[in-house]
T-cell receptor, first 113, second 115 residues
Framework: AQKVTQAQTEISVVEKEDVTLDCVYE???????LFWYKQPPSGELVFLIR??????QNEISGRYSWNFQKSTSSFNFTITASQVVDSAVYFC??????????FGAGTRLTVKP | EPEVTQTPSHQVTQMGQEVILRCVPI?????FYWYRQILGQKVEFLVS????????KSEIFDDQFSVERPDGSNFTLKIRSTKLEDSAMYFC?????????????FGSGTRLTVV
């Protein structure tokens, strides 16, 4: 069965600090997809990134970057030079080939001015 | 950009009443989902729906719940005889045909409060 672990329940940083949110997954499939979503205080789920299991290339999008390592079953998310607007709950999620998306427990990030 | 629309955004109901949460998926999407998020907790999978039938459901999705696609555009979640612990945010999602990892779009959610 697929499983996603986000061990960090809450993280608090000061603006402009870099922060990394950890995500470790378990799956028996060789084909799967990993996601990160942001949930701001308004409650909606904002899609950030999708990665398939065959693409281990790291990705950078502005201040956001993702490090996918199959060897450690991790898909970590780094925010560089954090801003107050980055404060939210961040969810990592996994879809296996024949199953639907499952979410981790989420990490609440608070960025203080 | 196409959106998944959920109505109402907030619903308050009395314990024991039936509620129907409504979703309009993106028009060319073929797979439909409901997820639940109890306040402060993780987003939990409830059910997936494809080709007019349930394709997968979680242990949360018991006889109290049902889903329906009554016409070509709506996708509904019915909760019979609501309980206090049904209070949560309910998200609808849809995706297009293709690899399971592609095309998920979530609605903005319906906050259900059972009193």
């Amino acid at each position: 069965a697929q499983k996603v672990t986000q061990a960090q329940t809450e993280i608090s940083v000061v603006e402009k600090e870099d922060v990394t949110l950890d995500c470790v997954y378990e799956t028996r499939d060789t084909t799967y997809y990993l996601f990160w979503y942001k949930q701001p205080p308004s409650g909606e789920l904002v899609f950030l990134i999708r990665r398939n299991s065959f693409d281990e290339q790291n990705e950078i999008s502005g201040r956001y970057s993702w490090n996918f390592q199959k060897s450690t079953s991790s898909f970590n998310f780094t925010i560089t030079a954090s801003q107050v607007v980055d404060s939210a709950v961040y969810f990592c999620a996994l879809s296996e080939r024949n199953n639907d998306m499952r979410f981790g427990a989420g990490t609440r990030l608070t960025v203080k001015p | 950009e196409p959106e998944v629309t959920q109505t109402p955004s907030h619903q308050v109901t009395q314990m024991g009443q039936e509620v129907i949460l409504r979703c309009v998926p993106i028009s060319n999407h073929l797979y439909f989902y409901w997820y639940r998020q109890i306040l402060g907790q993780k987003v939990e999978f409830l059910v997936s729906f494809y080709n007019n039938e349930i394709s997968e459901k979680s242990e949360i999705f018991d006889d109290q719940f049902s889903v329906e696609r009554p016409d070509g555009s709506n996708f509904t979640l019915k909760i019979r005889s609501t309980k206090l612990e049904d209070s949560a945010m309910y998200f609808c999602a849809s995706r297009e045909r293709g690899p399971i990892g592609y095309g998920y779009t979530f609605g903005s959610g319906t906050r259900l409060t059972v009193v």
